[in-house]
């Protein structure tokens, strides 16, 4: 059994004593570009805003630019994201301008047989590219097959610049164009809160660091990898709350907390559940929170419907037991709602949500919870307990999870534990200004293969297009029809697509395959047409809203310097590509574009959008969007940043929407009962992953890891890393410590199996039989029954020169759907290791 382990027990764990960063060989100097050219970087000397886009924190930062080139990048004091501060990654901006790693040019294959290489490539111009680009899109049209064409775009994209390339779909007329973050990040974590909250993506929730006095982490480690806005808001205040930490390896956020929790992997929603139970049962809930903020007073039929009583305002209501009145009414019209018991309406009995949520719950004991997660019963209580009798508290709220079978769940009853300490809304979670719109989003076109390939896997929410899992059967099978044409924006499907290996083999039987991004990454070895992005901090961009933080306001990016490279912006490269396709693409473009970006009159807006572009570019596309929004465009490009409203204006705000019944759920309150999980009930029958109020579902591999043949593969983020887009940045290649690139093996089962700390060794997926090589970390840091490894590395491009070794984790996953969202269920996963 895995116990937890105190802050004070963590310094006797070995492990990680004697461990420093490696010296990097040649010592490492600062790229610079080959000479100095354009008039903007022969300034003197100059502070340029920007959105640090090392990660998708969407951090404020400032660039400073000497003699043309950049030289230093600092986090912006004005901005509420990140609080003026910045990590090593943000640091690292500046070596991604100067890398020479970089696609300096466009590039043309002849021939498909060299995919998977770096060979065969010839420099061409932009004119060239594009011309072949349009080339094969008209020639698909012409041949009725434009729906072959499909888009997959990386978070680079999808946070920032989605709407261009939806538009840039819409307007060739795919119905296959979808932002990967979506299945392989977000998406079962958003949905699982949505379904209490209406809102779940990272830049719609906050915990409330400034207030919260005791926090319980799971699937989450917000000191070692994404989010700045996340650690420095809980460090600064580290201390200040009590810290526990659920998590089956000792991470950079346990280092800091007061327990650590090493529960079994997959099983947080028992240890969950378990907490559910200690709080009601204790009566630790807040009862008033219950009345005033959520519909647990809400009467259910016996046969599990909804009271429901109309709709207004766009609202369903529904009535509750008025204890004062005696009686049946609407929630609003309640002066005393119940929360527990049984009445009869109509001869037939009906109960309150709070009551149906407390005899679920009633078997969810500790000691139920021990059995599966290996937690203490003990510990479970103890938790809940403390955790029921400390105000404000609350659970997380996450950032990565498509990781199991049960994660919409697990998230959603974490949204259910925080609501019943009074922990959403006004105190413990926020609701942030930023993208605050109901989740999930519209339904993508019924010919989407994202879509058909959802439905026939079962998935509940297939008809919303995160399945671009789908596109495998496509390419191999032609199911549901045959596609052709790939454009990858940003994107390294190649090493992080689910079953990396049989990625690699579709897209070598593509006809064509067009990569936009800024380094030879492994997906664009496989690429025919390669077309150079320019970084961050080479680009004016649009407007978007500040994301991650409780504030609600605009922000955006200055050029610090002109591109070092013959590289353009993604916007320049869809309309150059759309001009060869000839005019009326062109400008269906801007009315595409127009809807994309909310416009209420989409003509009217296209019209600008056009001409602003086609007299300042990119900068002309912000100048509009901020007029449209009453903007300072001077102000937006001197400071980077418009801030409309601060987080106590936010809070109130929330407060007052809640307190009228006006969040964004179905009833406008916090759903105890959720009406989305219910009408997925209702359409195909009855299933823990989608209780309506909340259950226990397992994962698929619980039980099916013993700790000495097999073991639960696990991953998670390292401080230097961001997914795979950092592997090959020279100074955090240098800062990230060999062990961190390790598989993490503990000690006593390398012990049995005769593995020491260097050795290399295989892990075997026992779903697909693939294997991949790892150099072994033994350390008591990790439960016995598990492997952990860092999913950032095991780039094999040969024109990357700045990678080390690392697990290329995704080879060995399975191309699966939760059945919920569709995630890609990323750590259902068992291996074997051996001696290599």
Sequence with gaps: MNTPLSRRDFIKAAGLAGLTVAASSPTLRLLRPSQPQTELQAEQEKIVPNICMMCPAACQILVRVKDGKIVKIEGNPKGPTNLGKICARGQAGLFRVYNPDRLKKPLLRDNPAQRGTFQGFREASWDQAFEAVASQVKKLISEGRVKEIFMLGGWPTCLYLEPYMKAFADTIGTPNAIGIPGGACFFPKAFGWSTALGVGAHSQILTDYENVKYLIVIRRNFFGSLSVVHGTRAGRKLGNYKLVVVDPRFSETAAKADVWIPIKPGTDLAFLLALIHVVIKEGLYDAEFLRKFTNAPMLVAEDGSPLTAGTEGGKTKYLVWDLAQGKPVKHEEAILPALEGEYNLDGKKVKPVFQLLKEKVEAYTPEWAE???????????????????????????????????????????????????????????????????????????????????????????????????????????????????????????????????????????????????????????????????????????????????????????????????????????????????????????????????????????????????????????RAVQASARNLDPAKLESEGLIVLKDSSTLRKEMINKALAGQLLTPTGRIEIFSFALNNIKAKKGYQPYWDPIVAWAEPEVLGKADGRQTFYLTYGRVPTMTHTSTADEPLLSVLTPDYKRMAWINRKVAESLGIKKGDKIKLVSIANGVSVEAVAFPTDLVREDTIWVSSDFGHTSEALHYTKFGVPYHFLTSVKADPVAGGVMSQEVIVKVEKA
């Design 371 to 621: 059995s599966i997660t290996g937690v203490p019963a003990a510990t479970i209580r103890s938790i809940g307990i403390e955790f029921g009798k400390t105000r404000p508290a609350a659970v997380d709220t996450g950032w990565h999870d498509p990781k199991y079978k049960n994660s919409v769940m697990t998230w959603r009853a974490a949204a259910i534990l925080n609501a019943l300490v009074g922990g959403l809304v006004k105190d413990g979670i926020l609701i942030t200004g930023a993208g605050s719109i109901a989740a999930p989003p519209p339904d993508v076109s019924e010919e989407s293969v994202m879509r058909i390939w959802g439905t026939k896997q079962g998935v509940a929410m297939a008809s919303k297009g995160f399945t671009f899992q789908g596109f495998l059967d496509a390419i191999l099978n032609g199911d549901p029809y045959k596609v052709s044409m790939l454009f990858m924006f940003s994107t390294n499907i190649a090493l992080t697509g689910p079953d990396a290996t049989k990625w690699r083999e579709a897209m070598k039987k593509l006809e064509k395959v067009v990569a936009i991004d800024i380094y030879p990454v492994d997906a664009v070895l496989y690429a025919d047409i390669v077309l150079p992005e320019s970084t961050f901090l080479e680009r004016d961009d649009p407007l978007y809203a500040i994301a991650y933080a409780p504030a609600l306001g605009f922000q955006t990016r200055v050029a610090a310097v002109q591109p070092v490279y013959d590289t353009k912006h993604l916007v320049d490269i869809i309309v150059g590509i759309l001009r060869k396709l000839g005019d009326d693409y062109y400008t269906k473009f801007w009315v595409n574009l127009a809807k994309a970006l909310g416009a209420a009159d989409p003509n009217a807006m296209a019209a600008k959008l056009k001409d602003a572009y086609e007299k300042n570019g990119v900068r002309g596309i």
